[in-house]
């Protein structure tokens, strides 16, 4: 019988770019619109350095219906600036510094590989890690550090008449989240709602997960038991009894027994997701010889009306 024909069946790829090169645009803005407060806060997007917030309000003036034309009142426009930082990720992976272990056997034939083991999922790891990142920022970055300051901050500034914040409400004498008073804490910033925006539907009381977990325990001995208690915690959604306001836990304030009540569309998320530098690439480097990781994003934070944030006035 004569010798088979041998036929190369190898796939000739080099025409295609790696897993993380197609969707790392959708990996860092998953990263950065997918945090737990990002979802709920505004988001305002192309910001470069600094961009204003414009602000409209009016002061109307009614007057008695007689004959000719008494002009009195204004329409007011305002402006308030939000500065985002620009952030990056640089990382090398040597494929060689594999060889001796056991994920050397996982690398490509040869003396030459271009590519290092999982890297799907390394990449998703590094949006993850990113994610939570900017969640940190957003609640806890200080201007000592970073060019902007983050809600924690912002909000410690309400009523102490700097250009940064002025107003906002500090409920004092509160103390921090407990598993028998929670409801009754949340009651007294409910409270203090002032009445031109009481009609909102974007309130949202923002806490740390555990002061939630507490917030949770006395929601359930409160025998409020009127919500369905399936799906994933992440899926979970509390409104605070008898109102229409959500009750939400953010990695941001862990370690925090801050508590915030604020309309979700006056607290906003700058970034620059326009741009086509934000994109999250994993490459081969032929002049180091090993595989490059690299993220550029922006993000920074500002409140549009400070007067209508209510906290407990914690840290």
Request: hydrophobic share 35%; proline share 4%; with cysteine.
């Amino acid at each position: 019988m004569a010798n088979p024909k041998k036929y190369d069946f190898g796939f000739n790829l080099s025409s295609l770019a790696t897993y993380t090169d197609e969707v790392g645009g959708e990996l860092i803005r998953k990263a950065i619109l997918e945090g737990e407060t990002a979802k709920i806060i505004k988001v305002q997007p192309g910001i470069k350095g600094s961009q204003a917030i414009n602000l409209l309000d009016s002061n109307l003036v009614v007057q008695d219906g007689t004959c000719g034309w008494n002009s009195s009142g204004s329409t007011i426009y305002t402006q308030r600036d939000i500065t985002v930082c620009q952030y990056k990720v640089n990382e090398a992976l040597c494929p060689a510094d594999l060889n001796d272990y056991w994920l050397g056997q996982l690398l490509t034939p040869g003396s030459y590989p271009e590519t290092v083991p999982f890297e799907e999922q390394i990449s998703i790891l590094k949006t993850q890690q990113i994610s939570q990142y900017i969640e940190n920022q957003i609640w806890g970055a200080s201007s000592a550090s970073t060019c902007f300051s983050g809600f924690k901050e912002l909000f410690a500034q309400q009523g102490t008449g700097t250009t940064t914040v002025t107003g906002g409400i500090v409920v004092t004498g509160q103390s921090a989240i407990s598993s028998v008073s929670a409801l009754t804490q949340v009651d007294a910033l409910i409270e203090q709602i002032p009445d031109d925006v009481v009609n909102r539907t974007d309130w949202v009381v923002f806490m740390s997960h555990a002061n939630y977990r507490k917030y949770l325990i006395n929601y359930r001995t409160s025998n409020y038991y009127h919500f369905n208690p399936e799906g994933s915690y992440e899926e979970f959604k509390t409104f605070h009894p008898a109102t229409n306001i959500l009750v939400h836990p953010v990695g941001g304030l862990n370690g925090s027994n801050l508590v915030v009540l604020a309309p979700a569309g006056y607290l906003v998320l700058g970034v620059d997701l326009l741009s086509d530098s934000e994109t999250l690439k994993m490459f081969y480097s032929v002049d180091f010889d090993e595989v490059r990781l690299r993220s550029n994003f922006k993000v920074g934070v500002q409140i549009a009306w400070p007067q209508y944030v209510i906290t407990n006035g914690l840290t």
